[in-house]
């Protein structure tokens, strides 16, 4: 399984990626050794995740989600104010 995560940053900002590893990668993370983004941003909280049978899936989606605004992403999640 192929996953599509979303973070929150400690600034309140969004991360999204993917992996095969969704617990590994949070903890990476907030290790400050998975990205250049959330490194300054620590700690990071997991908002969501989405599975996918195939890595193309996962990278496909994070794209998708990546072109939306802040609020449609929220809306997405669930998670409007």
Known sequence: MFYMYVLECSDKTLYTGYTD???KRVQK???G???KYTRSRLPVKL???FSF???SEAMKAEV???ALSRTE????LDLTP
């Open 29 to 31: 993370h907030n290790s």
């Open 73 to 76: 992403k929220l809306e997405k």
């Open 33 to 35: 050794k998975a990205s």
């Open 47 to 49: 908002l969501a995740s």
């Open 53 to 55: 049978e195939t890595k």
């Open 21 to 23: 590893n969704l617990e």
């Open 64 to 66: 998708r989600f990546k």
